[in-house]
């Protein structure tokens, strides 16, 4: 059910979450499915809604830094320097987890914790009325693209879940990963916040760049190859095109047949980004179509995050 966001509908939210029951909220990325994470039962049941491995951690989001580094332990003068920096804002941190500051079910059991303090006003707004943290990965189905919009959280998840409307969400890819170990920093997932900017503070680790490397030693679970995908089959290709039932996702100008569904995102790396998965949930959805080919972006540092979600939406 979609909620507006008023006095009635951030009351319903901030009841729901403290229940333990689960309420999808927008942020600055991509929305999110929220539960408090201080509850197994509660964030158990994002893992059910999403069908989604309990291997794989869940980021927690607090409304400032000082709730977010309660949940850590020892935080590393690194850590606190990025979160001055960007919070709030679309950065995670990963750092080592306070044993106990939530439940198991959100860390997968492991021994550090994914911290968010996202900048979204309906957001700031939820977490601070709730006053806990709260364990919120995307709000799709397991594997699926991520929201930008109430409605995909509807349709990704059959209707299951309270959603609060915040409209279109500003960045429209997720928030930029990066682990921090003492004085050492790795990217796990490249998001809105450009690598440029984060090697300012030092040296960068990329754990995030070869998607094709991932195995046993995966730095983050969710880095797994296919991600982001369609309801059917995405392929990456050069135009001009020709393929009558294809659906298109192009630049600008670029040639498509007479009478096949085409989203054009034009040629600004930010504006493609805010744009791109509303673009696969449409192309998703057209009529008659078996496929959705999507013109090959760019490979320059602007496109970097694009790139690596439009190389895990496709089929291999
Ligand atoms: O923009 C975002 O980050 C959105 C909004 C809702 O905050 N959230 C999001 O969550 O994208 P999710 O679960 O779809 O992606 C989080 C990623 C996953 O790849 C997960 O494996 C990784 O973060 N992650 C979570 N905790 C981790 C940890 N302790 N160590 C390494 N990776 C972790
Ligand atoms: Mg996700």
Redesign the pocket.
Known sequence: MIISFDERGLALAVDTLRRGDLCAFP???????GARADQDAAVSSIYASKG?PRT????V?TFDAEHAFCLAMDVAALASRLAEAFWPG?L?L?VP?RPGAVSDV???G?S???L?V?RHPMAQALLRAVDLPIA?????RSEHV?PTLAEHVERSLRGQVLVLDGGSTG?G???T?V?VHGDEMEL??R?SIAVEELETFGPLLDRAAKIEDVGAAL??????RR?YAPAIPAQLSRGPFTDGRAAHLVFEGTQTPPNAPVVALGKDAATYARGLYAALYELEQAQGVTRIVIEEPPELPAWAAVRDRLLRAVED
């Not at 794989?56 to 980021?59: F, L, Q, V």
């Not at 919120?136 to 799709?140: E, G, Y």
């Not at 730095?219 to 797994?224: A, E, F, R, V």
């Open positions: 942020t600055e990325t991509v929305y999110g499915l989604r794989n951690p869940s980021i989001h679309p995670t990963v987890a959100a860390t997968a492991g550090t914790i994914a968010r996202p919120a990965p995307s709000a799709n991520s960045f890819i997720e928030s990963i682990r796990l997932r998001g730095p983050s679970p969710g880095l797994l991600h």
